[in-house]
DNA sequence: GCCAACGTTGGC
DNA sequence: GCCAACGTTGGC
């Protein structure tokens, strides 16, 4: 019996473009980044648990005017240690993980292509083919959120985006 | 194990 | 800047 090919996940990875844009995640010299600094048990557990090369990604910025999903990125490695957990200057510095037994993991991720237009939040909780999605849940604030297949489609439609959807 | 206090997220 | 909705912490 040849083993069976995973199915593509798809996800929404959430980012403050005051921080870091979409915008910076395609210009990094090494065309992709570290998703590190998560400190969330859940998205954690996701990262480590349920990525893999290949997923797909909506990359969201919120705390933006508007908020929105700004294009598409993909997942480029699995989940493996958050180095910055251990960097007392680093803003995400965590004293209680500790490198021999690190507590945070993070993943890769490479920028697929922009939208030509932000699709904000607002868009998402008017169309009704997207009721349920998490991101347009009351209070919803996880950073990484999965993403139904359906869901996904349905955002590409509504960017009316026509490029590729994996690297 | 409960839960109040606290800190953070993120839309508005 | 406000505040609702969380998640985490720590006393008990």
Redesign the pocket.
């Known amino acids: 019996m040849s083993p069976k090919k995973r199915a593509r996940h798809y996800w929404l990875m959430?980012s403050?473009p005051d921080k870091y844009p979409f915008s910076a995640l395609e210009s990094e010299p090494s065309g992709k980044t570290m998703w590190d600094g998560v400190?969330?048990?859940?998205a954690r557990n996701m990262m480590r648990d349920e990525m893999k090369v290949g997923d797909g990604v909506l990359f969201?910025h919120?705390?933006?005017?508007?908020?929105g999903i700004r294009g598409l990125a993909e997942i480029v490695t699995e989940g493996y240690t958050d180095q910055s957990a251990f960097d007392p200057d680093d803003a995400h510095f965590d004293p209680?993980s500790d490198p021999e037994k690190p507590r945070w993991v993070h993943v890769d991720i490479s920028a697929i292509a922009p939208f030509n237009e932000l699709i904000s939040?607002?868009a998402l909780?008017d169309n009704p083919r997207l009721d349920g999605m998490e991101?347009i849940?009351?209070?919803?604030?996880?950073?990484v959120q999965p993403v139904s297949e359906r869901e996904w489609g349905e955002v590409l439609k509504m960017a009316g985006y026509k490029g590729k959807t994996s690297l």
């Open positions: 959430k403050e400190r969330n048990y859940q969201y919120s705390n933006a005017k508007p908020p209680k939040l607002q909780k991101v849940r009351k209070g919803s604030r996880l950073s």
